[in-house]
């Protein structure tokens, strides 16, 4: 792999908050989120905290969650708030990660009437904007299993 300064479409992937995840090396690759797991009460938070909020632990772990997990309830969004960049209709979704914490985020579908509680979702990288210094920030979002053509992992 040869290193081109002069190409701007070589930008870099960072992420939304440091340390959501580990950067993925493209858009739409599934994303592991990192928390932290508390040692003494076994409660799972996301994002990664310093104190467990459930029993004020300060001895926690960071844990890689997995990237796939059920829609636990969601809400349609048809209007648009002011200054959001989103596009509505969209769905924004609470998804229990398998064997991990609930996390919230919107759905990346165009069929936002078929988004419904216990289906079955990925975890993906998606573009939030670029940067002023042209790299692409990224976040994720959820992608329903049914619409992922990746091969699993070995
Ligand atoms: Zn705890």
Not at 46 to 67: I, K, S
Not at 135 to 151: D, G, H, I, W
């Amino acid at each position: 792999m040869t290193s081109d300064a002069t190409q701007s479409t070589a930008a870099a992937l960072i992420p939304l908050q440091p340390g959501m995840f580990r950067v993925p090396d493209r858009l739409d690759a599934s994303v592991r989120l990192l928390g932290a797991w508390c040692r003494r009460c076994g409660q799972q938070f996301f994002p990664w905290r310093v104190y467990c909020a459930a029993c004020t632990n300060g001895d926690l772990e960071q844990v890689e969650f997995a990237e796939t997990g059920e829609v636990e309830t969601f809400t349609i969004v048809r209007q648009q708030p002011p200054n959001s960049v989103m596009i509505p209709p969209y769905a924004i979704v609470r998804v229990r990660l398998d064997g991990g914490p609930s996390v919230q985020t919107v759905m990346a579908t165009d069929d936002v009437d078929a988004v419904h509680i216990g289906a079955r979702v990925r975890l993906a990288a998606r573009r939030v904007k670029e940067d002023e210094a042209g790299n692409t920030v990224v976040s994720f979002m959820a992608r329903p299993l049914s619409q992922y053509k990746e091969v699993t992992h070995a």
